[in-house]
Structure formats: C-alpha cells, structure tokens
C-alpha cells in the first residue's frame, strides 16, 4: 500500500511538471495576488524562468509557469480568453498570432489598468507592434492604446564560427552572395557550409526565409500605406530571395534542409556540424559546455542582406498581454510584474540567465563588452532593420499556405516558380474570404 | 408496459442521459458549427450562417486529399503488417513452452510507452546526422538516409514506428484468441495426419478469423486517428508527405482557427471512416465472420 501511494505521488508530480510553481522566499511578503503565465517552451524559456523566480523572491508574489509547445500555447491562450474567466493572467504571445487577441478584443489595455502604466526607459515598441488601434484595426503607438509589452526580442542572426573564419581569414558576411563564398570555402566532409531551417511547421520555414526575401526586396504578403495588400509571395524580388535560399541550401548546406527544425539547425551549430546557421539566438546554449562542443566559438552578426535593399529580418518577438476576462486585483497583480519585469535590473538579471532583453538600454550597455555577452552588439544592430512580417489576423492561414508550399519548393517536390505561384493563388482566396482590399501580381513565367 | 420494463427503462436512464450530455451534444454542436462561420470580436463569437458553404470547400482542400489519401495507405499498410506480425509472434509464443510470460512481457513493452517518448525516440533513431539508424548503415558503408525529410521515405518510417508501436496491440488480442481455440480439434487434425501448414491453413486461420476481424476493426479505427506519432516525428511534411486527415483537422481547426470549416470536415471525416469501418464489417460478415 506505502508502495501504491507513493507511485501515485510520483504519478502526480510526473503530470504537473509543465506546471512549474514558483515559491517565494520566507521572509518576503506577498502585495499582489498569485499570478499565472501561460508560455511557451522556446530557447530562451529558462532564461525567463530564471528571471521570474527572481521577481519571485524579491516581491513575495507568487507565480505561476504554465508551459508549453508553441501550438499548445496559442491554443490555450484562445480557450482561455474565450471563456467566462480566463485561468491565466498573463499571455505571452507571439508575434506570428498576436494581432488576433488584439483584434478579438479580448486584451485589456494597459493603461486602463493603470493609468500611470508606460513601457519603461529603452524597451522599444517593436515596431509598434506593442499598440493598437481599435477603431483603425492597426497597429499604431500615435493613435493606439498599449496593449502589450515586448518580454523576448527574437529575432534572426547569423552565427557563425569564429574559429573557422580566423583560419581562413574570412570577412564577416554582411550580403548573401559572400555568406554563399564563405560557406563553400568552409564546407568539408565534417561540416555544412550552412544548416538553414526548412521544414514545415506553424511559423518555421517562413519566418527563416524572410531574411533572404526582404534583401531581395520581395515579400509574402505586403501591407501598402493605403491600408490595402498585394500578395507579393510570386513577385521576381521573392524569388530571388528564394532562389539564394535554395542555392545555399543545394550547394553548401545540410542535404535534408526540407526536413530541418530549429532544434536540428541549432544542434548542428551546438555540435560543430555547421559553419553558419541564421537562428534565434540561444547563445547561453551555445557557451555551456554541457550541451555545445563550440564554446566560446560562435560569432553573432546581423543576416546578411543585398546591396540594394540592405538586410532585414523577421520579428518573431514575444509580447506579454493582460486577458480582459480577468478579475481587476489580478490584472494590477499581471501589470505589477510587467513593470518590474521592464526595470534595468529585471533586463540585466534576464540576459545574466540567458536569454535576451528588451531594453536597447541594456543591450548598448558595457555588458556587451563582455565575451559572454558578444551577441548584444549584433542584436542591438539588427534590431532596428527587423520587421514584423504579417499584421493580419488570419496570418496562421496564410502560414498553413506558405509553410507547406515553400517546404515543397526547398524539398524539391515541386519546382520553385509553381510553389510560388499556387501560394499566390492560395493566399488571395484567404485575402478575398477575409474581405480584404488586395492586389495579386502575374503569375512567373 | 411491464412494471419489470419500466424500472429496467429507468435504471438504464442515467447512463443514457450521461451519454447524451458527452457523446451526443458535442457531436450536435460540431454538426451546427459545420454551418456557421465563427469569428470573434469583442469578445464575443459571431456566428454567421453559411449553409453548405464549409462544405463545398472540402473537395478543393489539397491537404484535406493528401490527409485522406495518406491516411488510407497508413492504416491498410501499418495494421496489415500489424496483424501478420502479431499473429506469428502470437503462434511462436503459443509453441513455447517455459517462459511463455518473460516473452508475452518483452512483446508488449512498446504498448506500454506514452506516444510523445516514441516520438522522441524514433525522431532521434531517425536522426539524418546523429541516428543510430545512419550509424548502422555507415558501418556498411550505405549513404545515410532522411528518414523524416525524404518524402519518399518519411511516410515509410512513420508506418514503421507504427508498426513497432502497435503490433503488441494484435500480439495480446491473437494470443487470447489462439490461446482459446478447443484443443481437441487439434489433437484430431494431427492425428488424422495434418502437418504443421495444414493445420494453420485449414484449422487455425478459420477458427481465427472473427478475432483477426474484430483485431483489424480496432486496429483500423485507431490506426485512422493517428496523430501523435506524426506530430512528433514529421509535423504532417515534407511538402504533404505525412499529412493525416486528424492533422489536417488539427491544423484547420486549431492553428488556423476555421473553427466552422473544422467542423464541416471533422463531421465529413466521421462519416467516411463509418462508412469505411461499416463497409469492412459488412465484408467480413459475408464471409461468414461475426466480428
């Protein structure tokens, strides 16, 4: 029977793992009420973790970790915001799905929590992407409300080995066409030229192929100043964006490219098996011995761009928003840890633990002088070039279109040109069904 | 009505009322929302009547006939090759005589094993760079293989952790089956002179068929529903290669939140796998067999 109960224990602490409780400290006294954050599991997660329990130990508030895969996430945030009260009191959204919590109305605006609420010194609006208009459905700082504050910049950079470079005297790569030079002088039988993620998912491929389309000043969906759309994903600019992509990935990189995951492309680099990767940095993961066999050799720089279009790269940015469904002490409790969360101390305590902060005060800091922290500089650098790559609320139709066409084009299941072309085609149904005003452009010879 | 009816009538109503409210109601409501178009603002779900159009769409939806197709070859493959192996291990373990439980163990073991740890064992067997599988054809000096990122191959793999994952499923039915069959029929057979293939051919097959039908039943039905496995191993590609229709709906009603068109195709998708279940029953039953 002893034995029984204690297999059931285990049973129960095996099934509330994801559940990650934080305790606070005995002699800190609690001001605001519990509080639960429904988040994902990504790189950067035990960096955030680690900054919570801080938040934990110095106010007394108790937190709440609900974590989970990236789809999961979004799909407990809708049940949760769709119901009479919501069990989570802060969403960590991405920048792929945001818009739709915005749109739906179901975030309560900061400042109505707290009229005196603002983003704290140096943390940056993302391209606005933390405001919204209500009355115009846009994302807007001049006009909009605060809906939001940016919890994790994520953004692509290229790494690279540092090592390799200086024994090939190579120049950091600042267009595609020298990342390509560079990668075939590295190429062996023991290493990749690059590791390029190609596999179809809920926002993978599309979000690494951005980098190579906006250099070739192509797009998928493009956002005109008269609050219209043209379906741009079979423009001649995607396609040369897309024609690099595949150029690398036949001639220097991995051969299953189609069938790569972040953590396969991250692995790669982790391992020594590849040269280059354009990822989200993890670079605590890259400098623990424990887990990487490139310590200390992985360099950090903005993706590559052209010389016409300069670079640019896709926010793929996590934005912490306050559910409406919520009762009011639990919002103030929501809002009391976002504030903290913004303080210089909270940002510098978030990149000591790992992951990488919001505030550019932080990151243009000394802290960046530090080897540990070399990869500041680049983000601090590629920051100002990111952009947000869809700001309509039926993006994850589109990323269903553009996932599986543009995996099929990179696998070699269907030739580039019709990929593109049937995304196209496919994407302005969307538009159409969703009432857009929008443009489609010929389809490529 | 009998007064025995009525109180029989009664004491079954709970358990019908609790069906009902689980079973029945959502199936009614996923069948309304399969006429709706959802949307949400202001918190609030605008549910438009849209007729038949939800419907109309699924004969255009490319991943919908990739699920399908994909779907189909999955389960006739996976549980055709799960049957002929749970029999013959379930006909090996019959034969033996000292140990017969330490073997029964070891051939449910995977049975045993929550699909998200096959997934990440088999994903990390399955490694392009770092699997055992490449490893092991690297000894022969064979070039390794994208298991999961070929799309000639990766429909193949998934069939194969299927088939490693569920054959124990068929081993346990088969072996109760064959453990049941009357000895004596047996004992004539062989005294009669039948040989070892006789015997199977002309005894065991026969008297095993309702077993292997109702074994294909529950293996086709379950086999139909696979989701965990591809979610974990392939995410449905590459390109289409591995799309099932559970992650076609997955993906149309969840990640792209078409909560109406879901629906629509969650109900068509009911109705063709009834309708190829029932027709599988009906052929089994003309030959005889009472699954």
Known sequence: MKNVTKHVRQAVAAAALPLAVLAAAPGA?????????????????PGFQAVVEKYVKETGNQVQLDINPFAGSL??????????????????????????????????????????????????DFD?????????????CKTGELMSVPINPNVLLLHYRTDLYKEHNLKVPTTWEQLYANAKVLKSARVYGISQRGQRGAFDVTYDVFPYIWAYGGDILKSNADGTFTVAINSPETLAGMEMYIKLARDVGHPSTAGQTQTNVIQNMATGRAAHINSVPAPALFDDPSQSAVVGLVGYAEPPGTEKYGTATPLGHWLAGVPKNIPDPRKKAALAFLGWFQTDAAQRAYAEAGSLPVSLTVLNSDMANQPKFRWMK??????????????????????????????????????LRDALNKAAAEIAEVMKAAKYTYQTLPDLK | MKRETIWRHLTLMPAIVLFALLTLLPLANLVTLGFDDVQWLDRQAVRTWVGLANYARLPADNLLRSGLLNTLIFAVAAVALQLVLGFVLALLTTRILNGRTFYRTVFILPILVPGIVIGAIWKLMYSYDFGVLNQLLALVEIAPQD?????????????????????????????????????????????????????????????????LAVTFVFRMILAFKVFDEIYLLTGGGPGTATEVISFTIYRRFFTENQTGYGAAMSVAVILVIASLILAATRLTARRGVKP
């Not at chain 1, 605001?32 to 790189?43: R, Y």
């Not at chain 1, 601090?380 to 070039?385: E, K, M, R, T």
């Not at chain 1, 553009?402 to 084009?409: G, V």
């Not at chain 2, 006789?198 to 095993?208: D, F, N, S, V």
Request: with cysteine; charged share 15%; net charge negative.
């Open chain 1, 378 to 415: 680049a983000l601090a650098a590629a920051l100002p070039h990111s952009r947000l790559p869809f700001s309509i609320t039926e993006s994850s139709q589109v990323l269903a279109i553009t996932e599986l066409r543009l995996n099929q084009a990179i696998g070699g299941e269907m030739p």
């Open chain 2, 147 to 211: 298991w999961l990122g070929s799309s000639h191959l990766a429909l193949l793999s998934v069939i194969i952790v299927d088939v490693w994952h569920w054959t124990p499923f068929c081993f346990l039915i088969l072996l109760a089956g064959l453990e049941s069959l009357p000895e004596d029929i047996f004992e004539a057979a062989r005294i009669d002179g039948a040989g070892g293939w006789q015997i199977l051919r002309y005894i065991t097959l026969p008297l095993m068929l309702p077993t």
């Open chain 1, 29 to 45: 006294t609690a001001a605001e009420q519990p509080i639960t954050i429904v988040i994902n599991q990504s790189p950067w997660f």
């Open chain 1, 128 to 140: 606005q992407t933390v405001c919204w208009n209500a009355a115009k459905s846009t994302l807007d």
């Open chain 1, 75 to 124: 799909e407990k945030q809708r049940t949760a915001v769709r119901t009479g009260t919501s069990p989570f009191d802060l969403l960590i959204m991405n920048a792929g799905f945001f818009v739709e919590f915005y749109k739906g109305g179901f975030l309560e605006p900061l400042k109505a929590i707290d009229a005196k609420f603002a983003l704290g010194p140096g943390i940056g």
